[in-house]
């Protein structure tokens, strides 16, 4: 995930911070709004690992910090879920006079009730997605009840919100109570899901329930049974990522990324994010990367595991052609691999310099299916003869030129 930081203004004039999390290959699919929950901002944990899940499969997500809250300008107190749609609006507009009009908006809580009311007003959003979404946005006000007389009396009240203080005026209130949510989820006819856990004490599960109601069709609806309504655990918040970029595929018209091209078998490149790097063969395209202990990004196989998936796959790919020929009942090949160096002296085979180090491949195969034990002996046979096993035997030269 390469990110890139971003500052825009909304219709207030005030400067708001943010980021747009890009594909390692900064090449998208199409462009997804975040709205974060109320009270928090672009940088909590459950927003980046939705973010980094979207970014894995080629969606890139713009998260901002609202008006009064993070980085961003403006005074809390005189926000309210007006300028919260307001903002998202505003952030809609960047993206569209700087990349492209985001397709997909995506909103946590109350920036998910925040987030409908913004699809109706962007033309481009072809997809809709809540998380933990309450269907009416007052139902935010149980989270300063003891507090409501004070607003209503004296205008305004400040209290603590997850060890913070905020402050809260009543135009906040009068701001909530005026939004319609179902007569609006009644009049749009844009896809829906709704994600929602059964166990979310903050906004209970019947919110989702009214929402996925009062929705046309196409919508959807996903339970995140045993996540909390903050989505504190990895694995939730991962999970959600992953199922928005699956789902999205079937309402979101995506754009066509070509592959790198040229005139040889397979092409490689690396830009300036360590060490994410793409790999091109036809109409295919995988990453390669190393392990964040090397200083990588770990989006991808190493190149040694690449080296390792070669010979597997091919391996594989061998004895089932076999299989197949004879009609053997081979059900599935399984192949485990592990590369390391040792000393040729401890190599029964190797008859060069004994002090050096040569690279050594272990390939256990798993067969399964009903094999007799000569059917088992012969497949052992013939994956020895895979041809990526005779390269890696053979001399291998390997001329380097710049282009």
């Given at each position: 995930?390469?990110?890139?930081?971003?500052q825009?203004?909304?219709?207030?004039?005030?400067?708001?911070?943010?980021?747009?999390?890009?594909?390692?290959?900064?090449?998208?699919?199409?462009?997804?709004?975040?709205?974060?929950?109320?009270?928090?901002?672009?940088?909590?944990t459950?927003?980046?690992?939705?973010?980094?899940?979207?970014?894995?499969?080629?969606?890139?997500?713009?998260?901002?910090?609202f008006t009064?809250?993070g980085?961003?300008?403006?005074?809390?107190?005189?926000?309210?879920?007006?300028?919260?749609?307001?903002?998202?609006?505003?952030?809609?507009?960047?993206?569209k006079?700087?990349?492209?009009?985001?397709?997909?908006?995506?909103?946590?809580?109350?920036?998910?009730?925040?987030?409908?009311?913004?699809?109706?007003?962007?033309?481009?959003?072809?997809?809709?997605?809540?998380?933990g979404?309450?269907?009416?946005?007052?139902?935010?006000?149980?989270?300063?009840?003891d507090?409501?007389?004070?607003?209503?009396?004296?205008?305004?009240?400040?209290?603590?919100?997850?060890?913070?203080?905020?402050?809260?005026?009543?135009?906040?209130?009068?701001?909530?109570?005026?939004?319609?949510m179902?007569?609006l989820?009644?009049k749009?006819?844009?896809?829906?899901?709704?994600?929602?856990?059964?166990?979310?004490?903050v906004?209970?599960?019947?919110?989702?329930?009214?929402?996925?109601?009062?929705?046309?069709?196409?919508?959807?609806?996903i339970s995140?049974?045993?996540?909390?309504?903050?989505?504190?655990?990895?694995?939730?918040?991962?999970?959600?990522?992953?199922?928005?970029?699956?789902?999205?595929r079937?309402?979101?018209?995506?754009?066509?990324?070509?592959?790198?091209?040229t005139?040889?078998?397979?092409?490689?490149?690396?830009?300036?994010?360590?060490?994410?790097?793409?790999?091109?063969?036809?109409?295919?395209?995988?990453?390669?990367?190393?392990?964040?202990?090397?200083?990588?990004?770990?989006?991808?196989?190493?190149?040694?595991?690449?080296?390792?998936?070669?010979?597997?796959?091919?391996?594989?790919?061998?004895?089932?052609?076999?299989?197949?020929?004879?009609?053997?009942?081979?059900?599935?090949?399984?192949?485990?691999?592990?590369?390391?160096?040792?000393?040729?002296?401890?190599?029964?085979?190797?008859?060069?310099?004994?002090?050096?180090?040569?690279?050594k491949?272990?390939?256990?195969?798993?067969?399964?299916?009903?094999l007799?034990?000569?059917?088992?002996k012969r497949?052992?046979?013939?994956?020895?003869?895979?041809?990526?096993?005779?390269?890696?035997?053979?001399?291998?030269e390997?001329?380097?030129?710049?282009?």
């Amino acid at each position: 995930m390469y990110s890139k930081k971003i500052q825009f203004k909304n219709d207030k004039g005030l400067l708001l911070e943010g980021s747009i999390d890009f594909p390692i290959d900064k090449k998208p699919l199409s462009y997804a709004l975040f709205a974060h929950f109320f009270t928090g901002n672009k940088n909590f944990t459950a927003v980046r690992n939705i973010s980094k899940a979207l970014t894995q499969n080629r969606i890139a997500v713009m998260r901002f910090d609202f008006t009064g809250l993070g980085n961003s300008e403006g005074a809390f107190e005189d926000s309210n879920f007006s300028t919260n749609i307001n903002d998202l609006i505003a952030a809609a507009e960047y993206l569209k006079a700087n990349h492209e009009p985001p397709k997909i908006i995506i909103g946590h809580s109350l920036g998910g009730a925040a987030g409908i009311f913004a699809a109706n007003q962007i033309d481009s959003i072809q997809a809709i997605v809540t998380i933990g979404a309450p269907s009416r946005p007052s139902h935010v006000e149980h989270l300063f009840e003891d507090h409501l007389e004070d607003i209503n009396l004296e205008g305004e009240a400040t209290f603590e919100i997850a060890g913070r203080q905020f402050t809260i005026k009543k135009q906040f209130l009068d701001d909530l109570g005026s939004k319609d949510m179902p007569t609006l989820l009644k009049k749009s006819r844009k896809p829906i899901l709704v994600l929602h856990s059964p166990q979310d004490r903050v906004v209970e599960i019947q919110n989702a329930k009214e929402i996925y109601s009062a929705a046309h069709h196409p919508k959807s609806f996903i339970s995140l049974d045993g996540a909390n309504h903050l989505l504190t655990n990895k694995e939730d918040s991962f999970y959600v990522g992953a199922v928005v970029s699956s789902w999205a595929r079937r309402y979101v018209k995506f754009n066509e990324v070509a592959a790198l091209q040229t005139d040889k078998q397979t092409v490689v490149r690396i830009g300036r994010t360590k060490y994410s790097t793409e790999i091109s063969a036809r109409s295919h395209s995988i990453l390669a990367d190393e392990p964040k202990k090397y200083g990588g990004n770990d989006v991808g196989a190493t190149p040694y595991e690449l080296l390792l998936a070669s010979l597997g796959s091919c391996t594989a790919i061998t004895l089932r052609m076999y299989a197949d020929r004879k009609k053997w009942d081979l059900d599935e090949v399984l192949v485990h691999l592990e590369h390391f160096k040792q000393h040729a002296d401890d190599c029964n085979s190797c008859s060069s310099d004994r002090t050096a180090k040569i690279d050594k491949f272990v390939r256990t195969i798993e067969l399964v299916g009903d094999l007799t034990f000569e059917e088992r002996k012969r497949l052992l046979e013939i994956a020895n003869r895979c041809p990526v096993h005779r390269t890696l035997e053979n001399k291998i030269e390997i001329e380097t030129v710049l282009r």
